[in-house]
């Protein structure tokens, strides 16, 4: 069970923190909840029942510092995942950001970004829907890093290249 205070990754919200356990009444039942205010939109509240299995299998533990440094370290090794059906790639693609598994995600914006650079040697641009996947994935993945990091989201991209491109690995890790 969560605790108000304990910050969670919730379905494509993204990051957001229990700020409250509360007990609602809805057509006599009573009917107990979480109360997640989403990190990065000061203006949404999101209501999880907590007996809703389905939905509370939504939350999940942001990672800690360590598994994403390491999980940055290994993004070069991770392997695209481009689908040539424009139908298939889109709905495949929208069911990894709905998932959120993050090795998932690193490798939907892997593709999608080498996609990206492809297009512009050719002169052309992403799909609107690579385009807006690309965005909803950065979104969610970029969002928890930054948190977790104490650093802001736009400086995950310079941070993880940092980690990529320089940093032996091994080396301790204080950028934030």
């Given at each position: 069970m969560f605790c108000v205070g304990d910050t969670v990754i919730y379905g494509t919200q993204g990051v957001c923190r229990i700020s409250a356990i509360e007990e609602n009444d809805f057509g006599g039942d009573s009917v107990e909840y979480y109360v997640l205010r989403p990190v990065y939109d000061v203006n949404s509240t999101v209501f999880v029942p907590v007996k809703n299995e389905k939905l509370v299998g939504k939350m999940r533990a942001v990672l800690s510092p360590e598994e994403i440094i390491g999980m940055i370290r290994s993004m070069p090794d991770e392997e695209t995942i481009w689908i040539e059906d424009e139908t298939e790639r889109k709905q495949t693609y929208q069911e990894i950001i709905r998932?959120?598994?993050r090795r998932k995600l690193v490798r939907l914006i892997k593709t999608l970004h080498f996609h990206g650079l492809e297009q512009q040697k050719k002169?052309?641009?992403?799909?609107?829907?690579?385009?807006?996947?690309?965005?909803q994935a950065e979104e969610l993945l970029y969002n928890e890093f930054a948190l977790v990091l104490k650093i802001r989201p736009e400086?995950?991209?310079?941070?993880?290249?940092?980690?990529?491109?320089?940093e032996p690995p091994g080396q301790a890790v204080n950028d934030g």
């Amino acid at each position: 069970m969560f605790c108000v205070g304990d910050t969670v990754i919730y379905g494509t919200q993204g990051v957001c923190r229990i700020s409250a356990i509360e007990e609602n009444d809805f057509g006599g039942d009573s009917v107990e909840y979480y109360v997640l205010r989403p990190v990065y939109d000061v203006n949404s509240t999101v209501f999880v029942p907590v007996k809703n299995e389905k939905l509370v299998g939504k939350m999940r533990a942001v990672l800690s510092p360590e598994e994403i440094i390491g999980m940055i370290r290994s993004m070069p090794d991770e392997e695209t995942i481009w689908i040539e059906d424009e139908t298939e790639r889109k709905q495949t693609y929208q069911e990894i950001i709905r998932e959120g598994d993050r090795r998932k995600l690193v490798r939907l914006i892997k593709t999608l970004h080498f996609h990206g650079l492809e297009q512009q040697k050719k002169g052309r641009r992403l799909h609107q829907s690579d385009e807006s996947a690309l965005k909803q994935a950065e979104e969610l993945l970029y969002n928890e890093f930054a948190l977790v990091l104490k650093i802001r989201p736009e400086e995950v991209v310079p941070f993880i290249t940092r980690q990529i491109d320089i940093e032996p690995p091994g080396q301790a890790v204080n950028d934030g």
